[in-house]
């Protein structure tokens, strides 16, 4: 998932998308354990789409810190 693609989602969406993406991950470390895993490169896609949504969510929390500060002073 790209980051444009993440940007576009709302709030709910986000969280939604990382939970569905941790749950990924945690099936392709299983997979792995296993010795059953197709693609290794599946585990750092997973891990770097979690981060790419956590800055997201981080940004947007930064955001509206900074617009409500600029609200209130």
Avoid: C, W, Y
Avoid at 56 to 73: C, H, K, M, P, W
């Amino acid at each position: 998932m790209k980051v444009d693609e993440i940007r576009q989602l709302s709030d709910e969406e986000l969280r939604a998308e990382l939970d569905r993406v941790r749950r990924h991950l945690f099936d392709v470390r299983s997979q792995a354990v296993t010795e059953k895993l197709e693609d290794p490169s599946m585990l750092r896609k997973a891990k770097r789409d979690i981060a790419r949504i956590l800055t997201v969510i981080r940004e947007r929390q930064l955001q509206a810190a900074g617009a409500s500060a600029e609200a209130n002073g």
